[in-house]
């Protein structure tokens, strides 16, 4: 993948090189970017202080960072901990070899047409081939996001992973990989779909995620898997979604034996509820619904749970060694040197590997980069009743957040600086809806994420402002007759 960076780097694409040329103007027309207006400060360290601290640059991160630079917050870091091109699943875990979503979606352009991917496709392919596309290549969409990235000039320290954030008086302190440790006002957590909470393992008497002897038999489908290791292998898949099947078929085709996919469910989700819920009244209107609204929509939608892609289950119907397993929950997997034993409800298979693709889990104590406020965030569980909580556990672990993706405190004053972190990640959709993960909703949730920044810098420095506009001086009126100097100007002005 390195090398397909390097040749989008490389601008060979004529069409590309023009398209950046008029995207640059378009923003450029926009006056892109406004000037920083946020007042500088120092720290404790006697530095200057950061405005905003962006963790992460995936497709969520860079879009903040993008939408920041455009309010005219310029004074923020976005930082990433993988190298350049490994950002996000799209190069790394995921294995599909198209998108889901529909080729037509925006979002990292935030509205600029000329940095659609549309737009970024037709420059390279022509309005024909636009027509033709039937779905997005999952590289394609890296490097469109790559992209867009570097015609806004946004700046992302690859390489550079947050490591811990604590409160230091009115500020936070953050502690990278880089050795250094940096003051700032606010972070936004774009840290992905497991940035709150991590991947899910299911629990079974024999196993252990931590045990050495999972190495090389037992995967969850979000890790490295080296699939070459897998030709002639019998694999056990935990789960039918999108991922499980993927991983399922990419191990067939690079010579596995046999996957075969297993369910608890009597057969597939069937409708994906939130492709019908994928419309402006309801990705704006979502989160500003009342408690229990929110509550009613997204243990509904967590129940549904989402089909694969037909896309995904006809390649997997294609190969040789492949098959479901319905109505048949694991009870136990127990791993030895020779393969693993897996007993379901039905039988004891003996496999050679097993993969789990059971997603993401939210448990907010297991985000270790936050591990000096977790015990105080405020989840669902804090405003729901104790029966209802017990009865949707997991909707109960989402973080509760405010109006601007920020954490809130379970016991207020316990833990300074809460507020000032944004969770911009998969825990936010109980709160907010689906506005900081999957695409459709991406702009919806950046223009809802960075005015609530701006507005909160904005009224935290007011009286600097204030100050500010007191001690304005513009000579307007100069070039006049008119023009009365300061000292001898009637009344305040
Ligand atoms: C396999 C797969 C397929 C998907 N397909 C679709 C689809 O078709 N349509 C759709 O709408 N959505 C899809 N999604 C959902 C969603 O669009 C993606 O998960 C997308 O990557 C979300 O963007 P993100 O920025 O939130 O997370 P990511 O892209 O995962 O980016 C988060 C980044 O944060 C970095 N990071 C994490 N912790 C730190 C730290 N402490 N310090 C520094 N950096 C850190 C990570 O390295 C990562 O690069 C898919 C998801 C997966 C997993």
């Known amino acids: 993948m390195d090398s397909v960076v390097e040749s989008e780097r490389a601008g060979g694409d004529q069409g590309l090189a023009a398209l950046r040329k008029t995207a ?10 406004p000037a920083n207006w946020v007042p500088e400060c120092a720290g404790p360290d006697g530095k200057r202080v950061l405005d905003v601290l962006v963790v992460g640059a995936g497709m969520c991160g860079q879009t903040v960072g993008y939408g920041l630079l455009r309010e005219g917050i310029g004074n923020i870091r976005v930082i990433e901990r993988e190298t350049h091109g490994r950002e996000g699943p799209w190069n790394t875990t995921a294995r599909m070899p198209i998108l889901r979503s529909p080729k037509h979606l925006t979002g990292p352009d935030l509205g600029v047409p000329s940095l659609t991917f549309r737009a970024w496709y037709e420059a390279q392919h022509g309005a024909g081939g636009w027509q033709k596309l039937y779905k997005i290549a999952r590289l394609d969409w890296l490097l469109y996001l790559l992209w867009v990235r570097e015609v806004v000039g946004l700046k992302v320290e690859n ?12 500020l936070l302190r953050a502690t990278l990989s880089t050795g250094e440790t940096i003051h700032t006002r606010k972070v936004v957590m774009a840290n992905g779909r497991d940035g709150s909470g991590g991947f899910r393992w299911p629990s079974f008497p024999s196993f252990d ?10 995967f969850h489908t979000l890790e490295d898997i080296d699939f070459t290791k897998l030709a002639g292998k019998r694999i056990g898949v935990l789960g039918v979604l999108a991922t499980a099947i993927d991983n399922a078929c990419t191990a067939l085709e ?8 297993y369910a608890r469910r009597p057969h597939l989700p069937q409708v994906n509820k939130s492709k019908g819920v994928s419309f402006p009244g309801f990705q704006r209107g979502q989160g500003v619904l009342d408690d229990d609204w929110r509550w009613k929509i997204y243990t509904y939608m967590l129940a549904a749970g989402s089909p694969p892609p037909h896309e ?12 479901f397993r319905f109505a048949e929950p694991w009870t136990d997997v127990a791993v030895d040197k020779d393969g693993v034993t897996v007993t379901t409800t039905k039988s004891t298979e003996r496999f050679d590997v097993v993969l789990f693709g059971t997603g993401f889990d939210i448990d907010m104590g297991r985000v270790k980069e936050l591990a000096a406020f977790s ?3 405020k989840l669902w569980a804090d405003v ?5 909580a017990k009865a949707d556990a997991e909707a109960a672990r989402y973080p509760y957040l405010g109006p601007g993706f920020e954490l809130l405190e379970k016991a207020p004053g316990g833990t300074p600086r809460l507020g000032d972190i944004h969770l911009f990640n998969w825990g936010s959709i109980l709160s907010q809806g689906a506005l900081a993960g999957d695409i459709p909703g991406l702009a919806f949730g950046v223009n809802r994420l ?4 701006s507005n909160a810098l904005f009224r935290d420095d007011i009286a600097r402002h204030v100050q500010n506009m007191h001690a304005l001086e513009d000579p307007e009126l100069a070039p006049t007759d008119y023009f009365v100097p300061r000292d001898k100007r009637a009344g305040t002005l």
């Open 24 to 33: 640059r103007h378009d923003l450029a027309r926009l006056n892109y970017p």
């Open 159 to 170: 390489g550079v992973a947050l490591l811990k954030l604590e409160p230091a008086g009115d």
């Open 209 to 218: 995620p931590g045990d050495p002897r999972r190495k090389g038999r037992v």
């Open 254 to 261: 690079a010579g596995a034996a046999e996957a075969i996919c």
């Open 312 to 323: 995904s289950v006809l390649r997997g119907q294609k190969l040789k060694g492949f098959s």
């Open 375 to 377: 015990p105080n965030v």
């Open 384 to 388: 729901r009743t104790p029966e209802e």
């Open 450 to 453: 960075v005015p609530a920044i």
